[in-house]
């Protein structure tokens, strides 16, 4: 399989793979010292006092233009610095979509399937609807396209070429989630005191909908679409209720068992297709 992220897929040698792990430790480490060791007290004043400072400055500017979108950042690196792609064949490969129907279709369903969940078990937070549309426009480059970029441009594909599914998918599940820990262990985090058992069971099977996505799309921003749009769901619904519970009410337990079969039957399709294609 391709990777979206290169136009050059024979010419990168095998420390493709190895390149953006070691760039992923690296960012991320200097992130988790920055903002969680150093920058800490400055955010835990201002969600106490409201008192804007420059240390808070600094904080949030570091979360919103590197922590979050670290993924992006070592994809970048690599493109520019190993691969010598070129920012903008970058950008071409992320929004390169084969056949737009079938995109529209697969990432639609997906898509539907998280809204109808949420208007029928989700418990609203107050915020007005139309916070959903605006906060989904908002996160696609911060969030969509900031992590998607690397988790299923780069990171899922490269195991793809190395071991078989399932296990490429777990393997990423894993990196992800480890990569969202230092959430669970800052207090002015939307994510501290949360499950973090519950968040892994959610990581788990969004990994396994976002390969079947990938795998039916060749897409990333399919893939970021999809992603944004879960997230979006937080502007007007208590998300981490709705998605994060462990273990979880029938309803929730049902749609996770739901997301995870139609993701393994997706991909199962997908990938007897390519072969048949190819023999």
């Known amino acids: 399989m391709k990777s979206a992220i290169t136009s050059k897929p024979n010419e990168f040698h095998l420390d493709r793979l190895w390149w953006y792990l070691f760039l992923i430790i690296l960012l991320s480490a200097f992130c988790y010292i920055t903002l969680d060791v150093l920058l800490l007290p ?7 006092t409201g008192k804007m400072t420059a240390g808070y400055f600094l904080y949030a500017a570091i979360g919103l233009l590197l922590s979050t979108p670290t993924p992006f950042a070592a994809v970048l690196i690599i493109s520019l610095f190993i691969e010598k792609i070129g920012i903008r064949q970058m950008f071409r490969n992320i929004f390169r979509t084969e056949n737009k129907l079938k995109t529209v279709l697969i990432t639609g369903g997906f898509c539907l399937l998280a809204f109808v969940y949420a208007i029928l078990f989700g418990k609203p937070n107050g915020s ?4 959903f549309p605006l906060g989904f426009l908002i996160m696609i480059p911060f969030v969509g396209i900031a992590e998607e970029t690397g988790w299923r441009g780069l990171l899922q594909p490269e195991f793809d070429k190395r071991m078989s599914y399932p296990f490429s998918v777990l393997l990423t599940a894993a990196i992800w989630f480890v990569w969202h820990f230092p959430v669970f262990i800052d207090p002015t985090s ?6 973090i058992i519950g968040f892994g069971i959610t990581i ?5 909908a976002l390969a079947a996505i990938y795998k039916w799309t060749k897409s990333v921003i399919a893939c970021a679409l999809y992603h944004t749009f879960i997230d979006a769901i937080g502007a007007v619904y208590d998300w981490n209720a709705l998605f994060d519970g462990f273990p979880g009410n029938v309803s929730t337990n049902v749609y996770r068992s739901i997301w995870l079969t139609v993701s393994f039957v997706l991909w199962l399709i997908a990938d007897k297709k390519e072969k048949y294609a190819a023999s």
């Open 128 to 131: 007005p609807w139309y916070m």
């Open 42 to 48: 400055y955010s835990i004043e201002y969600s106490e």
């Open 204 to 208: 788990f099977i969004w990994s396994f």
């Open 190 to 195: 939307n994510h501290y005191g949360d499950s």
